[in-house]
């Protein structure tokens, strides 16, 4: 009786920029973007920084002081893996490249996810400065 239903999952959250629409409420950002948008928000947010939620955030910014190793590197790929484990329950199949790049002082950072509704492989890559 109840084989042909199916239900379609919306991920949405409020755009970080709180943008208006037209109607003047608080534009939404949905699907890959609302994704893409929680991964960032985990990762430049310091821990403590969020009320009631101490732990939240991944303290990338600390590495901003250390030197453009492959032994750094290796340290933000876990913190990243780690935390995007723990606070992002729509990512699935996670992989996480940081690759240091002593010449430009930064490190090139993607990060290759599934979400777990459609599976569709999605990619989010930055640069992560240092000395800034």
Do not use: C, H, W
Request: net charge neutral.
């Amino acid at each position: 009786m109840f084989n042909n239903i199916t239900k379609k999952y919306t991920y949405s959250d409020f755009d970080i920029k709180l943008s208006l629409t037209d109607n003047n409420d608080i534009k939404k950002n949905t699907e890959q973007e609302a994704i893409k948008n929680s991964v960032r928000n985990i990762l430049f947010t310091q821990k403590g920084e969020r009320l009631f939620q101490p732990e939240f955030g991944s303290n990338i910014k600390k590495y901003i002081y250390e030197q453009v190793t492959l032994i750094t590197a290796q340290e933000i790929r876990l913190l990243i893996e780690n935390q995007l484990k723990r606070y992002e329950p729509r990512v699935i199949r996670l992989e996480v490249e940081v690759y240091p790049d002593a010449e430009r002082n930064l490190f090139l950072i993607n990060i290759f996810y599934r979400d777990r509704i459609t599976e569709e492989r999605k990619e989010l890559s930055f640069n992560l400065e240092v000395g800034k």
